[in-house]
């Protein structure tokens, strides 16, 4: 649909990324933040900006939930309160009180919650997850992933510690690169913690932690060990998930991936085209299909509420703060 009119709150580097996207694909976008430099950017780029969080809610058709952790829930009820159709950034909350019944009430509702985990759209995970279900590396029984980059360097110019993610309680690499732990889930099914180990090194000057090991254990028999970090130098993300028919390696920074057969031999290469914000673009557009009934969410809120318990059982291991 064109021409729609939807709400972005959190107005920072994400949500500024989400509401010229929702612009580029044709739609007007209202935003809320409470920091005046960053309404402004929304006004330059040509967006609307609302007074407040109610002002956006009353105006918009849906609503992007783009502001920091531990506003999410808040903003949640509020929206759904509001009869908003919502794409919510991860996590989708650093407490699942409540969330149950939220999620009732949108269902009730016919309302959309769709959860932004955009690894989900990368073409590389795309291709893994037909593999996968196709049965091309036969039984899977495991999966290996690592995910860090120099949290300094991620956005140039403010200072990572007065962020959300040196927050101890809804900032730290679990909470902030979930997306890992939604991958594992996502191409093994649902994971149990059964070893989850973390603590901050002291590098990055903030309390929250800034390394994770977590080993999971799948519906389906298969366990996964994920490795997540504010630290490498350089940025890594790769993996790879093994069958009892081949295994599959790949780098989603470089947006490759190899099939190689038991025997060692290469089944298929493909290196995808595009870039990290192509995947963000096709992200957007889903949900806009979802609000058009044309699509149903990748990851609805329920699976990633789902997800959302499986990042709290791993903190609670760790000893990190709830």
């Not at 060990?225 to 390696?249: C, E, I, K």
């Not at 789902?306 to 059982?313: A, D, G, K």
Request: aromatic share 6%.
């Amino acid at each position: 649909m064109k021409n729609r009119l939807v709400g972005v709150l959190g107005l920072g580097s994400i949500g500024m990324r989400h509401a010229q996207n929702l612009m580029a694909l044709h739609c007007d976008v209202i935003g809320f933040d409470p920091d005046p430099a960053s309404r402004a950017r929304l006004a330059a780029a040509g967006g609307r900006v609302a007074e407040d969080r109610q002002a956006a809610l009353k105006a918009c058709q849906a609503v992007v939930i783009a502001t920091p952790n531990a506003s999410h829930a808040g903003d949640l009820d509020a929206a759904i309160g509001a009869g908003r159709h919502v794409f919510a950034e991860k996590p989708l909350a650093h407490d699942a009180a409540g969330l149950d019944a939220l999620l009732a009430k949108a269902a009730q509702s016919n309302l959309t919650v769709f959860a932004a985990f955009m690894l989900r759209y990368h073409p590389v995970v795309e291709r893994m997850k037909a593999l996968l279900d196709d049965g091309a590396i036969g039984e899977v029984w495991g999966m290996r992933a690592a995910c860090g980059s120099w949290l300094p360097s991620w956005r140039p110019g403010q200072d990572y510690r007065q962020g959300y993610a040196a927050d101890p309680v809804t900032g730290g690499v679990i909470h902030d690169i979930v997306h890992e732990i939604d991958l594992a889930c996502h191409l093994l099914g649902q994971g149990r913690v059964a070893f989850c180990v973390a603590r901050s090194s002291g590098q990055l000057d903030m309390p929250s932690e800034d390394i994770a090991d977590l080993v999971l254990a799948h519906a389906g028999g298969a366990s996964s060990s994920l490795h997540l970090d504010y630290l490498a130098r350089p940025p890594v993300r790769q993996g790879s998930v093994s069958g009892t028919r081949g295994t599959l390696f790949y780098d989603l920074n470089a947006r490759t991936l190899r099939h190689l057969d038991a025997e060692g031999s290469q089944v298929e290469a493909m290196t995808a085209p595009g870039a990290w914000a192509d995947d963000y673009v096709a992200e957007m557009q889903d949900f806009l299909d979802c609000l058009d009934g044309q699509s149903a969410p990748r990851c609805d809120g329920a699976e990633a509420l789902q997800v959302l318990h499986t990042t709290l059982q791993a903190r609670a291991m760790a000893g990190l703060p709830q």
